[in-house]
């Protein structure tokens, strides 16, 4: 297979758009066709490259959301002041081409035999490496418990709710909505700091692996919160997208 | 400037070292700090890409690219790998 002598390294490929899903009025789902995708685990991520008439290049890093298993499909929040973003989410279209490598990262990502009680904490898109680590768990029948608490701005900008609230009985999905509660909300209203992990994370005694995703000064305090309240820091896995993004 | 982690740069060390990197252990050259590159903290909007130790603040790795090539100078790592 061509794509076996190629193992190893990281090659820069050209992938087809199979289809384009609108998940908020910011945020896109695209679902890509890679010939030759060796496979990648759940919480990897590619590069994109985008190249101008004038050869400008352009390269971002974009989690992939689906599980290991299914087709590459890329979730993208898109940034209004962003080089990439805006045309991932505006421009694009079915049958369209992308250039991608990958996938990439070994740090953050998740197995089975990894073990658990899981706990995923996601500022905005942050949910992205997340749900393809949920996917991955349910793919593979695992029975590890799983507490996520997602964090956004509003209701509206919650990305896969209706795929989160249709988890399995053995995963919990627990929101935080930072700017907007809508009438009657049951959920948090407040940011991700040491009293809400007190309330909703798993106990340390419990030895709990945690992934925490976001924005980079959301995963500072989240996961700062989660060292002094004794989970061990090798057990806090991060991945920090940077100052943007709505949590 | 916001931080990123080593895990954000995973494309770039492997195009640079042949390898996936993120899940090296790096240890610092000024404090001696072990650590994954993945863990690393990463500044991709300084002219060129600079990763530091969030321990100490040092600087471990800076990877320039100009043109085609890619500058690197690790002189802030006691060892890598």
């Not at chain 1, 695992?142 to 209706?162: A, E, F, K, N």
Request: glycine share 12%.
């Amino acid at each position: 297979m061509a794509g076996t002598a190629l193992r190893g390294r990281l090659t820069w490929q050209v992938a087809k758009v199979v289809s384009v899903a609108v998940e908020t009025g910011s945020v896109r789902t695209i679902m890509l066709d890679v010939p030759n995708w060796p496979g990648h685990q759940a919480g990897q991520h590619v590069d994109i490259r985008l190249t101008d008439e004038e050869d400008y290049v352009a390269e971002r890093s974009y989690s992939i959301a689906s599980a290991p298993g299914e087709p590459v499909a890329l979730t993208v929040e898109r940034l209004d002041d962003g080089e990439v973003s805006p045309y991932l989410t505006d421009e694009l279209r079915a049958g369209d081409e992308l250039e991608l490598r990958g996938p990439i990262g070994g740090y953050f990502v998740w197995e089975p035999e990894d073990g658990g009680p899981l706990l995923l904490l996601a500022g905005g898109s942050g949910i992205v490496p997340l749900r393809s680590i949920l996917r991955h768990r349910e793919r593979t029948g695992s029975t590890i418990p799983v507490r996520l608490l997602y964090s956004s701005r509003t209701l509206d900008d919650v990305i896969y709710r209706g795929e989160l609230d249709k988890a399995a009985a053995d995963v919990e999905v627990i929101y935080t909505l930072t700017r907007h509660q809508p009438p009657g909300w049951a959920g948090y209203g407040r940011r991700v700091d040491s009293a809400l992990l007190a309330e909703v994370a798993w106990p340390a005694s419990a030895m709990p692996l945690a992934y925490v995703c976001g924005p980079t000064s959301f995963v500072e305090a989240a996961s700062q919160a989660l060292v002094q309240s004794g989970y061990p820091p090798q057990r806090v896995k991060t991945e920090r997208f940077g100052g943007t993004g709505g949590t | 400037m916001d931080a990123v982690d080593g895990n954000a740069i995973g494309g770039l060390l492997h195009e640079v070292f042949g390898a996936e990197m993120t899940t090296t252990v790096s240890v610092c050259g000024t404090c001696g700090t072990a650590r994954q590159v993945g863990e690393l903290a990463v500044y991709a909007h300084a002219p060129g890409t600079v990763v530091r130790c969030p321990s100490c603040d040092n600087v471990l790795m800076v990877f320039v690219k100009i043109h085609d090539r890619t500058c690197v100078d690790l002189m802030g790592l006691a060892s890598l790998g």
